[in-house]
Nanobody
Framework: VQLVESGGGLVQPGESLRLSCAAS????????MGWYRQAPGKERELVAT???????GYADSVKGRFTISRDNIKNTVFLQMNSLKPEDTALYYC???????????????WGRGTQVTVSS
């Protein structure tokens, strides 16, 4: 099972970005998917999560600006980021609770991250 993120980049304050993360491999099902971020010198923090049923949760710092969504057919999770701020600059990681085809339990997988830089 692999998670591959895309969509990061360099933007100016107030602009938008859309991150994508596709899960691939022998997958039986995926439960919760989410996005985390880690800025230089800081610990990794939760940004947003979404269950298989579509229930979402957000960090207070991104509520009203970021929207998480998923495509259960394509095993993909998205993060629409609007009104970006310099403090949103970080390496963004995708996370998913995956039940591999050969197992009956969920395993947490991580992507390698995609860089988001917000700077004027």
């Amino acid at each position: 099972v692999q998670l591959v993120e895309s969509g990061g980049g360099l933007v100016q304050p107030g602009e938008s970005l859309r991150l994508s993360c596709a899960a691939s491999g022998s997958i039986r099902s995926i439960a919760t998917m989410g996005w985390y971020r880690q800025a230089p010198g800081k610990e990794r923090e939760l940004v947003a999560t979404i269950t298989s049923g579509g229930s979402t949760g957000y960090a207070d710092s991104v509520k009203g600006r970021f929207t998480i969504s998923r495509d259960n057919i394509k095993n993909t999770v998205f993060l629409q980021m609007n009104s970006l701020k310099p403090e949103d600059t970080a390496l963004y990681y995708c996370n998913a609770e995956v039940m591999p085809a050969y197992a009956l339990t969920y395993v947490k997988y991580w992507g390698r991250g995609t860089q988001v830089t917000v700077s004027s």
